[in-house]
């Protein structure tokens, strides 16, 4: 079956950069879907970041958009997120999952469901 | 900005039927912002509950259920399961790739 795992450092420090990588198994990134990260600050709501197609394509959330930059490396079947100058809001547990998507106007876009999700890894930002 | 709005809590007593809802600041929920429901234990990973409003995830017991109702999409427990006690958050599409989760709904079974 589909699963996903988050990789990255755990402590990152004020105005640095946050980077995480999630590897995908049991499905090729490139036969479809997209591929999202969502995050989990301690003891509250899930936030979407962002979702990237194979072909390079990005949707950010529009709060993010400035720090954000996600990427995708087919060739090793995994996707990764960067957040620019952090902060302490920017702790939180991120997830990476694959979500579907809808073909218009000769663009796909990222929709709907998430499924299957990362267990998730928690990143702190402290100095 | 527009909010994706969540009961903060709601308590349902074991064997009970429970409504929860996922509205909008400005605007009603409709099909066409293909409401998804996530089921969250503390220290787990988001599970899949419902998607496009109404579609069981794959193995979701039948239990569960979505639908629009009024102007808000809904998640109704039918015969609440002391294991049904968790966090549920709704998703809503917002169009031009943009998803948006409700803050999310503490389920007590009690």
């Known amino acids: 079956q589909v699963q996903l795992q988050e990789s990255g450092p755990g402590l990152v420090k004020p105005s640095e950069t946050l980077s995480l990588t999630c590897a995908v198994s049991g499905y090729s990134i490139s036969s479809g879907y997209y591929w999202g990260w969502i995050r989990q600050p301690p003891g509250k709501g899930l936030e979407w970041i962002g979702s990237?197609?194979?072909?390079?394509?990005?949707h950010y959330n529009p709060s993010l958009k400035s720090r954000v930059t996600m990427s995708v490396d087919t060739s090793k079947n995994q996707f990764s997120l960067k957040l620019t100058s952090v902060s302490v809001a920017d702790t939180a547990v991120y997830h990476c999952?694959?979500?579907?998507?809808?073909?218009?106007?000769?663009?796909?876009?990222?929709?709907?469901?998430?499924?299957?999700w990362g267990q998730g890894t928690l990143v702190t930002v402290s100095s | 900005q527009t909010v994706v709005t969540q009961e903060p809590s709601f308590s349902v007593s074991p064997g009970g039927t429970v409504t929860l809802t996922c509205g909008l600041s400005?605007?009603?929920?409709?099909?066409?912002?293909?409401p998804s429901w996530y089921q969250q234990t503390p220290g787990q990973a988001p599970r899949t509950l419902i998607y496009?409003?109404?579609t069981p995830s794959s193995g979701v017991p039948d239990r569960f259920s979505g639908s629009i109702l009024g102007n808000k999409a809904a998640l109704t427990i039918t015969g609440a399961q002391a294991d049904d006690e968790s966090d549920y958050y709704c998703?809503?599409?917002?169009?031009?790739?943009?998803?948006?989760f409700g803050g999310g709904t503490k389920l007590t079974v009690l």
């Open positions: 998703m809503l599409y917002m169009g031009s790739g943009i998803s948006v």
């Open positions: 990237i197609y194979h072909s390079g394509t990005t």
């Open positions: 400005s605007g009603s929920v409709s099909t066409s912002y293909f």
């Open positions: 999952a694959r979500q579907d998507s809808y073909y218009e106007s000769g663009n796909y876009y990222p929709y709907n469901w998430f499924d299957p």
């Open positions: 496009s409003t109404n």
